[in-house]
Structure formats: C-alpha cells, structure tokens
C-alpha cells in the first residue's frame, strides 16, 4: 500500500502565564485531526506576538502556514480545510432546540422518578413549565440585552419599558411555581397575563407588520428569528395559564 505524504502546518500561536489562546488550541486540535504535522511555535510574551505580527503583517493570532504559504487564523484555516464557518449575523435555532430537548429530558426523568412511567400528564406539564423556567435563564442571563431587544416588538414593554425587566422574571415564576404545583392562584395569572401580550404582540410585529426581527425568547443575543418559536413560547404560557387554573379550581 503506498505511503501518504505527510502533511506539514507551521503553527504561531500565543502561549503566556496569564493567557493560553484558545483559537490556537482550536487550531491545532484541527490541524492535527486533520492529519497534519503541527511545526507548534509558541509566543511566550506579549512582546514576542507583537513582533511576530509585525513581521507578518497581521492584527491576530494564531497564525497557520501550510506549504509556506499563510492560511490564516482559525477561522481562515476552517475554511481552507473546506469545514463550516459561523456567521455571527446568521439565524438559528440551536439553542432553542438545547432548551427544549433538555426539558423535556428533565420532565420524563421526574415523571420516571415520581411515577414509574414517563408516559404521564404531569410530564407534560414538567415540560412546558421547564421550558418556561429556561427560557427565562436565558433571558436573566443579560436582562439589559433581553429589554432592548423586547422593547422592538413588545406592545406593553413599548408603553411601560420596565415591562421588559420585569417579563423574565414573571415567566421564571410562573414556571417554578407550576414545576412545583404551588401556589396556582399566582402561577396561572401571571402567566396568562404574559402569555397573551407576547403572543398578541410577536402576532403583530411578525404576520400584520410582516417584519423581520430577532426573538428575544432567548436573550438579547439571539439569532433565533421572531416568529413561530416566540409565539409557541407564549402559547404554551397562555395554555399553561388556563390549564393548571382549570386543574387547582378543579382539585385535580
């Protein structure tokens, strides 16, 4: 069987007491899974990089070299090697489908510990109310960020703009206090009153206004665009809202 040349990389990353790059580590995990020999050079100083990109003429590290010829940095060298390249202004709705796999996972895993099945109502509404409490955690996470981006097609936050702070932490409410089956009289309102302005409002903004906005369901770094899984969000409050108030009142 004939031999496969082997590849060569020159790597020129920056390695310091106070900081270890990690596009260089991510480079050269790349490089190497890739089937390369990474020639590793590491800029002890700051010193050092300085004149490293001075003599190259560039802004950044790491730097690679492939053939003599330079490739870039991490991002360059990804593309180079034919693999994807984030976009940071480009949609998406991972992590709206992290958020809500991960509840439902956590719901069957209660509904399994508390019942013996995962195939049980009360999962159902684990579901839902985890979500809720998730999605809040996203929002919390940069409330600031949430607000500003809420405040471009929030109805009430348009009028009141504390609305936008305060909206968070109804919804974590709402949904620990659902999670835990306690204190409905207060869950079911709250979610209810939330639910209906923010599927009223995403309603306007996206299907009779026809604009195109990011959702802040998960916080205001979102790329998740306003539509479908911001109005479902708020859907499932309102259902939620209604549903647990017609359990309590029934005593179910």
Not at 5 to 30: F, I
Not at 71 to 95: F, K, M, N, Q
Not at 142 to 166: K, P
Request: with cysteine.
């Amino acid at each position: 069987m004939p031999q496969t040349a082997q590849k060569d990389a020159k790597l020129y990353r920056m390695v310091t007491d106070d900081h270890v790059c990690p596009y260089g580590l991510k480079a050269k995990d790349l490089l190497e899974r890739e089937g390369f020999a990474v020639d590793d050079h590491k800029l002890r100083s700051r010193e050092e990089t300085d004149a490293f990109m001075a003599d190259h003429n560039v802004e950044t590290t790491p730097q690679v070299f492939i053939d003599g010829k330079r490739i870039g940095g991490y991002e360059a060298l990804r593309e180079h090697l034919g693999h994807e390249v984030s976009d940071e202004e480009e949609t998406s709705y991972r992590p709206v489908i992290a958020i809500f796999s991960v509840a439902l996972l956590m719901a069957l895993g209660l509904s399994w510990t508390f019942s013996g099945s995962i195939l049980t109502l009360r999962a159902f509404e684990w579901f839902i109310a985890i979500s809720m409490c998730l999605l809040a955690v996203q929002k919390l996470q940069d409330i600031e960020s949430f607000s500003t981006m809420f405040l471009n097609y929030d109805l009430l936050a348009q009028r009141w703009v504390r609305y936008g702070y305060v909206y968070p932490f109804g919804e974590a409410l709402a949904g620990i206090l659902m999670v835990a089956g306690a204190l409905i009289w207060i869950a079911s309102p709250v979610a209810l009153f939330i639910g209906t302005i923010g599927a009223i409002s995403v309603f306007k903004a996206v299907y009779i206004d026809k604009r195109e906005l990011k959702c802040a369901c998960v916080g205001g770094s979102s790329k998740v665009p306003l539509g479908f899984v911001s109005l479902t969000e708020n859907l499932m409050m309102v259902f939620m809202g209604i549903w647990m108030a017609v359990r309590w009142g029934a005593g179910l």
